[in-house]
């Protein structure tokens, strides 16, 4: 009899607990589709010139860091990502004039950016590095760049803390390959390039007859960049958290960089 009892008890419970499961399941969907407002995809722009964050094969694919994150942020809130391919000197007007819903380009969150443009949380801790020749003696660290000619990637935080240094040549870039170029060739003296990036490509050797010196001479974070009052940056905040706390963001970043990701901060001091 008690055991009996016991059964229904559990089988109330059992039901109950279900239909609490399926109710909270449907409010989370309700709320994602109030938030993207009935859309099914959003058009995210990158620069595919970056690796490991984004390159696009010669089949045309892309991929990289971003993209598989990219990917994951669209699974958990329920949208699919339409890629275009953006110079990324032009990724900020193109998000003030609405042409795309997102970019994620290894985009460094700045003070001067989120003037025009929001933000999403960061989702990765970068810096600048200098880069030069591996035969170049003179220069060791962030001063001695002074009266130096130094190459930069247009419309990035190193052309402004290149305009820093005292009687230094500026050249700016549009894309990374181009200025290690200009570096090899005698051009320019140093690059002032992303550490994280360059260690890559120098790592799967890609990148021969340069070094990198001195400490990195920036902290930076990238952030998933909106046109200010977005209405998908709330839905793309919460699903960069629960990448965070589910374990994919870590998979990602082993992938990508074969090593524990940093503690990320959920906001920058900008
Ligand atoms: N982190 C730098 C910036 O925000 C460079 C990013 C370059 N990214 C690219 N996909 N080309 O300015």
């Keep these: 009899m008690v055991n009996l009892i016991n059964l229904k008890w559990r089988h109330i419970v059992l039901s109950l607990s279900c239909l609490l499961l399926l109710i909270a399941c449907h409010q989370t ?13 959003l058009k995210v722009a990158c620069d595919p010139t970056f690796i490991p964050f984004e390159i696009q094969k010669a089949n045309g694919n892309l991929e990289g ?34 042409r795309i819903d997102a970019a994620i380009s290894g985009i460094t969150i700045t003070t001067e950016r989120l003037k025009t443009i929001s933000f999403s949380r960061p989702y990765l801790k970068a810096g600048l590095a200098i880069a030069v020749r591996e035969d170049t003696q003179d220069i060791k660290d962030f001063n001695s760049l002074q009266g130096k000619k130094i190459a930069v990637q247009i419309g990035t935080p190193g052309v402004d803390l290149a305009k820093t240094i005292p009687n230094a040549k500026i050249s700016t870039f549009n894309s990374g390959p181009e200025f290690f170029q200009d570096l090899l060739n005698g051009n320019a003296d140093a690059v ?30 990238y952030g998933i960049a909106t046109p200010k009052n977005s209405p998908y940056l709330d839905v793309i905040n919460k699903s960069i958290a629960t990448l965070f706390s589910n374990g994919t963001y870590k998979k990602i970043y082993q992938k990508w960089f074969d090593s524990e990701p940093p503690q990320i901060p959920a906001a920058t001091r900008n």
Excluded: R
Aim: hydrophobic share 45%; glycine share 8%; aromatic share 10%.
């Design 29 to 41: 969907h309700a709320d994602l589709n109030t938030t993207l407002k009935g859309a099914k995809y």
């Design 65 to 98: 860091f971003d993209i598989d994150l990219m990917n994951a942020i669209a699974s958990v809130a329920g949208f699919t990502v339409q890629f275009e391919s953006l110079p990324f000197d032009g990724m900020v007007s193109s998000l003030q004039a609405k």
């Design 192 to 221: 002032l390039c992303d550490a994280f990036a360059t260690l890559y490509v120098m790592k799967i050797g890609n990148l021969k007859g340069i070094k990198l010196v001195g400490n990195p001479v920036t902290e930076e974070y």
